[in-house]
């Protein structure tokens, strides 16, 4: 069986769930003349996270769901296997990148790595996994919108365009996304980090230069197996996590809240959070379909990031080519919500017909558009 939680770990997450209860920073999005509400923002611009309830119905939630099962089916054996466990070819082993990253379970992959540039400064505990359990599982699924259609309809969302719109303004820009897998009993950790990697020391720095993130959440997320955010740390620019943790004496920082949520809710966190995952030994599992959105201001002419070597700068041309999904994702979607009302992304505004979710655009501008993240 799993490592035993102790006392001291259930007083940690009991207290940690009081305090996000008490915060006044969940509710249906709301927008007033077309933006979103202002008690909102400012909720959300204190706390550095809001958690939007039912923003994702019960049929589009099943076909999330869908897509997962599928996708589950066909991960790899192994991280550098090409076949899954049936033998077949693995789930994006025709692709030029890796798509499924694969860790042991319980453990904690990133902590004290140079992965992302080194952000996960401090490893988390990793409790002994079950012994039955398999010798991997999977962790983030990468290119979700090239394999998963229901997560390409989920980016076109109307009213989550409006919340990015009203953030990051009207010309914001993506940043890219994934689909982050805990599964229970045997879900690794996350090591406390910020996202934001690049632009810490910008002479215009402030607490949304990095842009944020929204996390639609697939399954009721818990307290044993949720995020855990610091509220309030997107204000302190670059932290010491690893004098935080050595000082704290262990990977359980005060003050911390679980991000609880139910299934069809999507959390908007700001990048510069400082934020972890503890392993997953609940019996809930955690699935959060992640992507996020830019400053048009903050990636325009500015180096690649985010553990990008290749140099490129990120001009008009490469912006372009990759918000180009944004009108293509809402033009997917239409196909199955025609009900829900319209949004307008201002770049594409004159160029709606060009930019269609047509086979020849997928080919053009979805496949491999992982190469096209605008890493921050």
Not at 88 to 111: E, H, N, Q, T, W
Not at 237 to 245: N, P
């Amino acid at each position: 069986m799993a490592e035993a939680i102790d006392t001291s770990i259930e007083i940690y997450e009991a207290e940690g769930e009081r305090r996000a209860l008490a915060l006044p920073n969940r509710g249906p999005i709301r927008f007033e003349n077309g933006r979103l509400a202002k008690d909102i923002v400012d909720a959300y611009r204190r706390y550095g996270f809001y958690v939007l309830t039912d923003v994702i119905g019960t049929r589009e939630l099943e076909d999330l769901r869908s897509d997962l099962d599928d996708v589950l089916d066909r991960v790899p054996v192994a991280p550098d296997a090409e076949v899954d466990a049936q033998g077949r070819p693995a789930i994006g082993s025709d692709m030029p990148y890796r798509v499924v990253s694969l860790a042991k379970p319980l453990s904690d992959p990133f902590g004290g790595t140079e992965v992302a540039n080194g952000r996960y400064e401090a490893k988390m505990a990793e409790p002994i996994p079950d012994a039955d359990a398999p010798d991997y599982v999977p962790v983030t699924l990468s290119a979700m919108m090239e394999l998963m259609d229901s997560t390409y309809r989920l980016y076109g969302h109307p009213d989550l365009l409006r919340v990015a719109a009203t953030i990051n303004g009207d010309d914001f820009t993506p940043f890219t996304d994934a689909v982050w897998i805990k599964e229970a009993r045997m879900g690794t950790s996350t090591a406390w980090h910020q996202d934001g990697t690049t632009l810490w020391n910008h002479p215009d720095w402030d607490d949304g230069i990095h842009g944020f993130n929204f996390m639609a959440q697939l399954f009721d997320t818990r307290t044993g197996n949720a995020l855990w955010v610091v509220p309030g740390t997107q204000k302190d620019g670059k932290i010491d996590i690893r004098a935080k943790v050595r000082e704290n004496g262990s990977d359980r920082l005060p003050n911390a809240v679980p991000m609880l949520a139910n299934a069809g809710d999507v959390v908007m966190c700001n990048r510069q959070i400082l934020h972890c995952s503890f392993p997953n030994q609940t019996d809930q599992r955690r699935v959060t379909v992640v992507f996020g959105f830019h400053r048009r201001s903050s990636v325009l002419n500015v180096k690649s990031g985010f553990g990008r070597k290749d140099g490129i700068v990120y001009d008009e041309g490469y912006i372009e080519a990759r918000s180009r999904l944004i009108p293509m994702a809402q033009d997917a979607r239409r196909k199955q919500f025609a009900d829900e009302s319209d949004f307008v992304y201002a770049p594409f505004a004159d160029v709606l017909e060009e930019n269609r979710d047509t086979p020849e655009n997928r080919e053009k501008y979805l496949k491999e558009y992982l190469r096209r993240a605008l890493g921050l």
